[in-house]
């Protein structure tokens, strides 16, 4: 039988380690025995033990198991249902899994996120939200988006910026000094943030041909010359960083019912955030870019990314927010101030996606075509840069409809 241990993060809890691995050929069985050995009460309990897999993502494997005991109510049967978190395949060049569970417990400590429960040998075991996973239609709705933008200004400003910092030894697993670029943007504390991430995974990009080469120093160039044009320290959080979820579709989105712990009494709508795999010290303004983008869902339907009337009063929520849970003094034009970034920014998860993409289309194993959609993120890079130096008007083309929505009023 496979041992169990606890591991102590860097905040001092511990957490339930099981040395067992997830096998994504026999699903249900061994989910079953993963949660059995968090929940060894229910194998003998009388009542059925569901297994269901939730089909929204395209890089893990997600299931809820819960136990029908006889008596209980379906919302008390969700209430102890425990969610099952498989990582992709390889995917560990991606993201840093030992960050990711410190980065969940950090939320849980906070209330912004559901308890963990155990990491196993490739993934993780953590306590179900009951509530409605959203859709990118969903997104678009205005109780939806007010709700988004209170809960990210709530994330922002309780979330401690240097709760996953390692500035002594490396860059997001990377040496500082191990690394091909000498640029400020391997200097910028604390690391990890979303620059580093960035930097890892342009260094993980193939080179095998001459093809490849050149791509991956295209790529290079551009990442470099965005840190240069965009890191500044103008907007909430500490030296222009706050920590991050970075990864806010409309799958990671919970809908919580009315009668939650999170509601309020006026019925106004309420979200909590799930999965924490990117979450990393980020500009305000990265985070909730990328969430724009997301409003386009995998097929980045740009007719309904969010319009300048929409942007504005999104950030006045977020900022009420997260003044209402912060005690650092925010500058009066700090309105204008995230508006002007964000503008900045739009172009920046284009990027951010497409290297990720390129990657994925090597390594991942799921049924999804990586290497087309990492050309589509790229080119929404490509053609914020072209309205930014002016080229794409020079040339006489057409504005492409992700800028031409992104100007509406």
């Known amino acids: 039988m496979a041992s169990t241990k606890a591991n102590t993060n860097r905040h001092g809890s511990s957490l339930l380690h099981l040395d067992a691995t997830f096998d994504n050929k026999n699903v249900d069985d061994s989910a079953i025995e993963l949660v059995y050995r968090i929940q060894p009460k229910w194998r003998s309990a009388p009542g059925k033990l569901e297994v269901v897999k939730f089909t929204d993502g395209i890089t893990n494997t997600l299931l809820k198991v819960g136990k029908h005991l006889p008596g209980l109510t379906a919302d008390e049967i969700d209430r102890d249902s425990v969610l099952l978190r498989a990582y992709g395949n390889n995917t560990e060049i991606l993201i840093d899994r030992d960050r990711e569970a410190i980065s969940h417990a950090l939320c849980a400590e906070r209330g912004l996120a559901p308890p963990l429960l155990a990491r196993f040998n490739n993934g993780l075991l953590y306590r179900y939200i009951i509530g409605k996973v959203c859709t990118p239609s969903d997104l678009i709705r205005e ?142 303004t990265f985070d909730i870019a990328n969430h724009f983008a997301e409003w386009g869902g995998y097929d980045c339907d740009y007719s309904m990314l ?42 920046m998860p284009g990027l951010y996606w497409g290297i990720w993409a390129l990657i994925q289309a090597t390594i991942s194993q799921i049924d999804f075509d990586y290497a087309s959609y990492a050309e589509v993120r790229l080119g929404e890079y490509f053609a914020w840069r072209a309205e930014e130096s002016g080229s794409r008007t020079r040339e006489g083309l057409d504005i492409p409809l992700r800028e031409r929505r992104w100007a509406e009023e």
């Open 143 to 284: 109780p939806v988006w007010r709700a988004v933008a209170t809960r990210l200004g709530e994330w922002h400003a309780l979330l401690p910026v240097d709760s996953v910092a390692d500035n002594n030894k490396t860059t997001n697993g990377h040496a500082v000094n191990g690394t091909s670029s000498k640029s400020a943007l391997m200097l910028r504390l604390p690391v990890p943030n979303c620059w580093s991430v960035m930097q890892k995974w342009v260094s993980a990009l193939p080179d095998d041909t001459p093809k490849k080469k050149a791509r991956k120093e295209l790529i290079q160039g551009e990442l470099d010359r965005s840190f240069q044009d965009l890191d500044n320290e103008r907007g909430p959080g500490v030296k222009g960083f706050v920590f991050g979820h970075c990864d806010l579709l409309s799958a990671n989105v919970i809908m919580l019912p009315s009668n939650s712990a999170d509601s309020k009494a006026d019925d106004t709508l309420k979200v909590s955030f799930i999965d924490y795999e990117y979450a990393t010290p980020c500009p305000a």
């Open 306 to 347: 969010p319009t300048k009337s929409i942007r504005r009063q999104f950030l006045i929520d977020y900022l009420e927010s997260y003044k209402a849970h912060s005690d650092k003094p925010m500058p009066d034009n700090m309105l204008e101030v995230l508006l002007e970034e964000i503008d900045r920014w739009r172009g």
